[in-house]
């Protein structure tokens, strides 16, 4: 049998990490098999663990594919010396939002994430590493409101890093409900106005 070549190994990994998310989406992670993996993709199980060593390394993936696109944006945003960072982090705050609404992608892993994976057992290391996660998004947030406080815009005595823990956690919780109850979130029509109602306690930056 010819050997694989680089492209086509990658593209049966990709097409094993898709299969994962609908059958992750249809049976949650500790309902799912490599088996029922493999089938939905199309390849044996032998396959996969060319690729993974067992599910637990598959559903790391999909985390770390969501973690490092957040990242990427961050990063790339806070190279910019925007002279408004609190109006900077609103408007990246929409764009996440906005591309939760409109990538499938990124919908159906963060819907796994946060509701079709129970975090016991062998699965408690992930939810610590989301854990971490966390606290490296937490330190990049915060550096918005750092410069805001540069800027003058907000007093020198608050805590940025107390205001981006409480910003993920705005966020987070938008998130969820989303997931939750859509329709009664309507995210697409209140999405500008939910950003707001965090933003609308630090007042009207000036110009």
């Known amino acids: 049998m010819a050997r694989k070549t680089k492209a086509e190994a990658l593209a049966t990994r990709a097409d094993i990490v898709d299969a ?15 088996e029922q993996i493999a089938e939905a993709a199309g390849v044996t199980r032998g396959a996969i663990y060319w690729h993974f060593k067992n599910k637990l390394e598959i559903f790391r993936e999909l985390n770390d594919e969501v973690q490092s696109n957040l990242i990427q944006s ?3 945003d806070l190279d910019r010396d925007h002279p408004q960072p609190l109006e900077q982090l609103r408007e ?8 939760l609404d409109c990538n499938p992608r990124k919908r159906h892993i963060l819907r796994i994430l946060l509701l079709r994976c129970d975090y016991s057992g062998e699965m408690e290391v992930q939810l610590q590493q989301q854990q971490d996660n966390q606290r490296k998004n937490s330190r990049l947030f ?16 608050v805590d940025p890093n107390v205001l981006a823990l409480s910003l993920i956690c705005y966020m987070s919780g938008i998130v969820f409900e989303y997931f939750r109850c859509p329709a ?5 029509s209140n999405m500008p106005k939910l950003v707001d109602q965090f933003f609308a306690g630090f007042g009207r930056c000036p110009a």
């Open 20 to 34: 994962a998310i609908r059958v992750f989406m249809e049976r949650g992670v500790s309902g799912s098999t490599l």
């Open 74 to 76: 961050l990063l790339e």
């Open 92 to 99: 990246l705050c929409i764009g996440l939002l906005t591309d």
């Open 142 to 157: 915060a550096n918005y409101f750092r410069r805001a406080i540069e800027k003058g815009h907000l007093d020198r005595e």
């Open 184 to 188: 009664a979130l309507n995210l697409k």
